[in-house]
Nanobody, 122 residues
Framework: QVQLVESGGGLVQAGGSLRLSCAAS????????MGWFRQAPGKEREFVAV????????YYTDSVKGRFTISRDNAKEAGWLQMNSLKPEDTAVYYC???????????????WGQGTQVTVSL
């Protein structure tokens, strides 16, 4: 099993930046692709970004391309989501998750963190 803990959320003004962290423990983090998802009130959980096991490949949903950057350090068993130029529509609970392969569908991920709230004000 893999245990995941997110941190770094908070309240930020539109145009600002936040860096979310995902700390992993348990089974080797390097065995899994890592994804970030988000869920806004009243909406379904949606894919944000994913990074391959080695970190060599990344993929983003269109709405965050050019603004968000996903990264990882397998030696530190950690991953990050750097979020720049934040918009009010980015407001959501953000989750990191792991899967054997890079995927964009939530139900293909095996392990999830508890989430961290990101609120972007006007």
């Amino acid at each position: 099993q893999v245990q995941l803990v997110e941190s770094g959320g908070g309240l930020v003004q539109a145009g600002g930046s936040l860096r979310l962290s995902c700390a992993a423990s348990g089974r080797a983090f390097s065995l899994y692709a890592m994804g970030w998802f988000r869920q806004a009130p009243g909406k379904e959980r949606e894919f944000v970004a994913v990074i391959s096991r080695s970190g060599g490949s990344t993929y983003y949903t269109d709405s965050v391309k050019g603004r968000f950057t996903i990264s990882r350090d397998n030696a530190k068993e950690a991953g990050w989501l750097q979020m720049n130029s934040l918009k009010p529509e980015d407001t959501a609970v953000y989750y990191c998750a792991t899967a054997p392969w890079p995927r964009t569908v939530a139900n293909e991920y095996d392990y999830w963190g508890q989430g961290t709230q990101v609120t972007v004000s006007l």
